[in-house]
């Protein structure tokens, strides 16, 4: 984990103290996209009501990153994706 990650790592810490969530995992699966693409999450986590998230923790996006989230989106539409970047000593989200 690069420093960013593990910062948000300690706040899923905190939130799993509080009961927020029940679990979280980093880069735990690689979801496929199409034949040889996939993508891997930083982070898997299952919130309180046992529904499945996937965290992407950025500082700036390269390359294909932005779009990878997104076709995983529309492919698994049942999941939800976010994408967090730090900002000015706070946390900012983006659901896709």
């Known amino acids: 984990m690069n420093k960013t990650e593990q910062a948000y790592a300690a706040l899923l810490d905190q939130r799993k103290l509080a009961g927020e969530i029940h679990h979280w995992g980093f880069e735990a699966m690689a979801l496929r996209l199409a034949d040889r693409t996939t993508y891997t999450p930083d982070f898997f ?19 294909n990153g932005r779009v990878k989230i997104k076709v995983a989106a529309a492919l698994h539409p049942w999941f939800r994706f976010v994408a967090i970047k730090y900002i000015k000593k706070s946390w900012v989200f983006e659901e896709f």
């Open 45 to 63: 986590v299952i919130d309180k009501d046992g529904l499945i998230e996937w965290h992407e923790v950025k500082g700036h996006w390269m390359g």
